[in-house]
């Protein structure tokens, strides 16, 4: 018996070690080829995701590309990240590439995590596509400018029930419903404050969810990811058959008018055919997550360092304090008010360069192709990160001083400062961002001064660029 069990063993541990050895040749050989771009690959599987997420994790995201472009290549290096073989496009030169190449050379591609958070998801080149024409319309300039005046009356209802009257506050928790309130409010004419809050509850895990190592676990992101874009979905599901019983009934304009879900409901594609409740719900989960999470991070690391550059502040709440004057009181905010908040964008526009709400984006090769004297093969993945340009001496001196001025005139050069991506493939909510976020400075410094309650804190990375402990700061009404 016992030789059998000792058989057995050994038999397991053979069995292990060939499998082992298969799974290394097989990495190994995906990364085969003559004059593939310089690099690591990391362990089969994971790759080198641990250490691109580490990064994030100890409040350095821009090393990982960084320490990589002095090593490898300043133009283009291999990796492994989220189980595919990976070119980073580095520079201006490289960004410019990947946003000028979209549908020529290169492609949409998400993690394979996204595929079980959006479940209705198939082909990523047509949703992506189908989604730039449905959007849009409900971010041109001819919508936005209704939307000033919703977004102020929202910063100041939020400010009165969150704010008023606290000593203290954790920032990042209360921007986050800031700005979903508003994402429900616009997209999809959601009004009731405590559905709001309900559905936000899930909206916490879905980033995570979506960049993190896909392990379906009890207890890992990507669990928690996947159980809470169920929950949302149920919400959002019922939310949809609500708004088909209204639109049924000839109450578009009670409930909603034709904000986005109604255009979804009464918008078919180009055979002719109208999305069903579940595809609805995926994509209008999409645009919640896209529309309130980089806004929330942008807010929140706007407040870290004006508290940090009482300078800054001072000229800020300069700015902001002459436009409340000189309207008459009660009014809401308009465009026009907006677009006098010049001094405050180029604060943030600067917050956005040493903390990118978006540290870059994927894209899949579509042919094999040539690129700085490399061969990226078909099929491999492509991904450029904001910090490859954002960081770099050449085109932003001396990166790691916080400085405004160097939005004033011209600003960056091209294709240097990408918070937002580019080419066709640009984020489309940039201005909608603009006057969230712009919306939201105003009211705050013209009713608080605050001070930070962790004076050191660091901005971590995961995904969002967020201050480790979410920001407490002690307030001061004025």
Request: contains cysteine; hydrophobic residues 40%.
């Amino acid at each position: 018996m016992q030789l059998s069990y000792s058989s057995l063993l050994v038999a397991l541990v053979f069995f292990v070690l060939i499998s082992l050895q298969i799974l290394f040749y097989k990495h190994r050989s995906i990364f085969s080829g003559t004059n593939l771009p310089p690099g690591t690959i990391g362990f089969p599987i994971v790759g080198e995701t641990i250490q691109f997420l580490s990064a994030g994790w100890k409040g350095e995201p821009h090393r990982f590309v960084l320490d990589r472009m002095n090593k490898f290549s300043a133009e283009c290096f291999k990796t492994s990240i989220l189980g595919a073989p990976m070119a980073v496009f580095c520079g201006p030169a490289g960004n410019k590439f990947l946003f000028s190449n979209e549908d020529k050379l290169v492609k949409a591609w998400w993690p394979d995590a996204t595929k079980k958070v959006f479940t209705s998801t198939v082909d990523q080149v047509t949703e992506a596509k189908r989604m730039r024409k449905l959007v849009p319309r409900f971010l041109k300039t001819e919508a936005l400018v209704n939307y000033v005046g919703i977004m102020d009356s929202i910063a100041q209802q939020h400010l009165d029930i969150d704010w008023k009257n606290k000593d203290q506050v954790t920032v990042y928790p209360l921007v986050e419903r800031y700005t979903f309130w508003v994402a429900c409010r616009l997209f999809v004419s959601m009004e009731d404050l405590n559905h709001i809050n309900r559905l936000a509850g899930p909206f916490r895990h879905l980033a995570s969810g979506i960049f993190s190592v896909p392990i379906d676990l009890p207890g890992t992101p990507y669990n928690r990811g996947i159980k809470a874009s169920a929950l949302i979905r149920e919400e959002l599901i019922a939310i949809v058959k609500q708004r088909k019983l209204g639109l049924a009934e000839n109450k578009c304009l009670q409930v909603g008018g034709k904000d986005i879900l109604t255009h979804m409901l009464t918008t078919a594609d180009d055979d002719g055919q109208y999305m069903g409740e579940f595809e609805i719900a995926d994509k209008i989960m999409g645009l919640l997550v896209g529309g309130h999470d980089t806004a929330s991070t942008v807010i929140t690391n706007i407040v870290k360092f004006l508290a940090e550059y009482p300078n800054v502040l001072e000229l800020v709440c300069k700015e902001q304090t002459e436009i409340a004057r000189s309207k008459p009181q009660g009014e809401r905010l308009k465009w026009d008010d907006v677009q006098k908040m010049k001094y405050s964008w180029n604060v943030a526009c600067e917050v956005m360069r040493l903390a990118p709400p978006l540290q870059g984006a994927f894209r899949e090769a579509i042919h094999e192709f040539n690129y700085a004297g490399f061969k990226v093969p078909k099929g491999w993945k492509l991904y450029w990160n904001a910090n490859t340009t954002h960081m770099d001496r050449k085109y932003f001196p001396q990166p790691e001083k916080f400085n405004p001025s160097r939005f004033e005139g011209k600003g960056p050069e091209p294709f240097t400062y990408v918070p937002f991506g580019g080419g066709p493939r640009m984020c489309p909510g940039k201005e909608y961002a603009r006057l969230e976020v712009l919306v939201f400075m105003h009211n705050l410094v013209t009713r608080f001064k605050w001070e930070k309650l962790i004076p050191k804190e660091k901005i971590v990375s995961n995904p969002m660029p967020i201050p480790e402990n979410g920001l407490p700061v002690r307030l001061f009404a004025i």
